[in-house]
Structures are given as structure tokens and as C-alpha cells.
């Protein structure tokens, strides 16, 4: 109080000063009830003063506290009234709020509940594939319809599976027929051979070698396709690319192709927009994937079939094998690239291990590229390959 220049100063009920601490000189000692009430509104001319009093054990007091006019004094008067009803309005507020949120936990959690056990019913029936749309209402609606997609794709994953299972199926008999193939010739020419009572001409033993031999590739090529489109399919198979001329590239393996026996004298051309062209590219895994191509072009085709290949290297490599020769039916060109498919033509006989084209997939996706086919039953087949 010292500090801030206060001082206090304690009246009896007559208006003497009984007792003050820090009270000015110039102050008086005893008032009159109008000079307190004047000194109330009015202060003095170096102080401004509030006035109140107090009870203490049955005897009333005034006190009277001074603080320099430096200081503003601000008097709030409050309407009793007003404040008692006000007081009675925040109550009952306060107690309707209340009586709402408990009227709206409980509307909630019936709903809650309720939708809980449809969406509990429904992820049931999903799980036993007898799924029906539910009747969607505003709340959750989002997941209603998650429901219902989450339910399409299962049965779409479904059907998915069934379809791979079957061909797999198929694939596995037609894999163990190939196999027994090769198996049954090789035994039996190993079996003549062995014999060490039968006189065999050295010129018939090179051709039953040669026989055993044939077959013993034909056995180990489908072991090794098998091998290899799990390794793709599985990132196991680590690609070594290199940096390579893709023009000359490809010139070498169809050359490759037309020294064979099977192939010699076949009318397939090769055309390149660049001598100089280059990519990166694992060279063993491409190369089997061009040579399967260009084969099928020419195994599934007559004789007298054209194959043109085109390399386009101006923005990227773009790969080209288009014939004349046969074509396919719809069924044929949506099932090329899956694994164990075989050709449903009536006029060809199916051969291989139905993984060829698959593994040509899998090849050209693992070089970042894409592949795609079109094909006209009667006109021919166009196959197109792109790396980046």
C-alpha cells in the first residue's frame, strides 16, 4: 500500500477515526454521514476515496480506502434480480443440454448398435459367399458401399481363381502327356541299346541316339520353361543387362532362326530405321523372348507365310512381328500371354508346355516394357513389343 501511496483509515458509528495506517494530515478525524458521502462521490483534491462498512461482532464500522487520483476508481452497481434469474435461465440450460446429449447417446448408440450388427451380419455373409446388397441408409452409408465393393471383388477374385485352378488343372495333365512323351522313346531305345544279346548296325545305333537325344531336349526345354516363369513370376531370376546395339541384335537372332533345318528358306524380312540403335537389355532373356515370337509366327503358319519385323528406335525401341498367315479367334488372342494355355485350333496340333508366350510376358515386363498383340482371324497376327 505504502508502495502505491494508499492509505486506510476505520471509522466507529459515530465517525471517528478509530483507528488508520499511512492517513494523510491533511485528512480529518471525525465525519459527518453527508461528508462521507460526499467524500465517497467526490474524493479530495489529491486523493479519491471508497467508502463501504463492515460488520464485526455486532459493532458497525466504515473504512474509508485513499489512492492517489493517478489511480481510476471504477464502481459497478449489480441488480440482484436480474443476477437471481439469470442464475435461474443458465440452469436450466445447463440441465436441458444435458438431457439432450443423454437423449442423443442413447438415440446413437440404438443406431450404432443396430448398424453393427448388419455390418457384422454382412461381413459374415461375405466370408460365406452369400452376400446380398443391404438397404443403404444415410448414416454409414460409405460403408454399405464399401461393403458391396469389398463384396464384388472377392467374388470377382473368385471366379479368378476358379479359372486359374482349371487351368492348371489342364496344364498339369498336358505337362505330365508331354513329358511321357519324350520319357517313352528314350526308354525304349535305351532299353534296345543296352541289351547285350542284340547285334545292332553302328548306323541304326547313331540314329537311335540321335532319337534318345531329341527327346531329351524336348524333356529338359519344358523342365527349364517350367523353372523359368516361376523364377520371373517370383523375382528370383536377377536380370544382367547390358548396353548392347538392339538393331544388330536382332538381325543375329533372325538369322539364327532361318539357319535352322525347320525354318531354312521361310520369307521373313527385317527392317530398322537405325543401324545404331542401343538399349539396355538383358541379352539371354531377350533373345528368347524375340526367337519364341518369331517361331510361333512361323510354326503356326503355312509355309508360304510372311513374317515382317519391324525395329522402330526413335523414341525408345519399338519391336514389330507381324504375319499373313493364319490369325486367331477372340478366345486364342485373350488368352495368349496365360501361363498354360494352349490354342484351341482344330487344324494345328497344340505343342509345348503352353508357358511360351507367358514367359515372353514376363521377360518384357521385367525390362520395364509392355507387349500386346492384335490379331484377325484369316489376315494375320501383329505382335508389338516396347522398352523404355
Partial sequence: MAKNGLWIQILDATGRDVCNYDKPSTVSNTYQPYELLNLYQNGTDQYSVFVN????????YSY??????SISKLVMYVDTDRYNSGKTLIAATVILTIVLIIALAVFYNVVISKSYEKIRASLGSIAS???????KHRFLM?????????????????????????????WLANITHDLKTPLAPIRGYAELLSETNTNIPSELSRE?????????????QLVNDLKLTYQLQSNMFPLKKELLNITRFVKEVVIDILNTPDFGGRDVSFIANS???????DPLLLRRAITNIIVNALTHNDPGTEVRITLDADNGVKLTVADNGNGMMEQELGNLFTRYYRGTSTEIKAEGSGLG?????????????VIHAKSIQGIGTTITIVLP
Avoid at 462498512?53 to 458497525?60: G, K, P
Avoid at 458401399?145 to 479368378?160: C, F, K, M, P, R
Avoid at 541316339?209 to 529338359?220: C, D, H, P, Q, S
Avoid at 545404331?276 to 537389355?281: D, G, K, N, S
Fill in 208 to 220: 537311335y541316339g540321335a532319337i534318345i537325344l531329341k527327346n531329351t531336349l524336348y524333356a529338359e
Fill in 275 to 281: 543401324e545404331e540403335a542401343t538399349c539396355l537389355f
Fill in 142 to 170: 460409405e460403408i454399405y458401399e464399401g461393403l458391396d465393393v469389398l463384396n464384388h471383388d472377392i467374388a470377382l477374385a473368385d471366379q479368378q481363381r476358379e479359372k486359374d485352378t482349371k487351368a492348371r488343372e489342364e
Fill in 129 to 135: 459367399r452369400t452376400y446380398k446388397p443391404v438397404s
Fill in 357 to 369: 508366350m507367358a514367359i515372353v510376358k514376363q521377360i518384357v515386363e521385367a525390362h520395364g516394357g
Fill in 53 to 60: 462498512s463492515v460488520d464485526v461482532r455486532d459493532t458497525s
Fill in 64 to 69: 474509508l480506502i485513499g489512492f492517489p487520483l
